[in-house]
């Protein structure tokens, strides 16, 4: 078997309803617990923050457009 350092997701449920978000993240979680591997997600839904044991903001400037 393969193992994996980190589970990256970006945006798993964007578009998705409640319920839909719900399953998503439970999966998500589930996999990543499964495989002993972290599971990373970029988001903005509070939905899939809260679900985080940890979170991390980056400050607006860092997504500022270069010149």
């Known amino acids: 078997a393969h193992a994996f ?3 990256l997701v ?5 578009s998705l309803d409640d ?3 719900a399953a998503t993240i439970d999966l998500l979680v ?3 617990r499964d495989l002993g ?4 997600v970029a988001t ?9 044991d940890a979170r991390f903001t980056l ?3 860092l997504l500022a457009p270069h010149a």
Request: glycine residues 0%.
């Open 5 to 7: 350092p980190a589970l």
């Open 10 to 14: 970006d945006e798993p449920t964007a």
């Open 19 to 21: 319920a839909s978000a």
């Open 30 to 32: 589930a996999t990543a």
């Open 37 to 40: 591997t972290t599971l990373v």
């Open 44 to 52: 903005h839904d509070p939905r899939s923050r809260d679900a985080c």
């Open 59 to 61: 400050p607006s400037p």
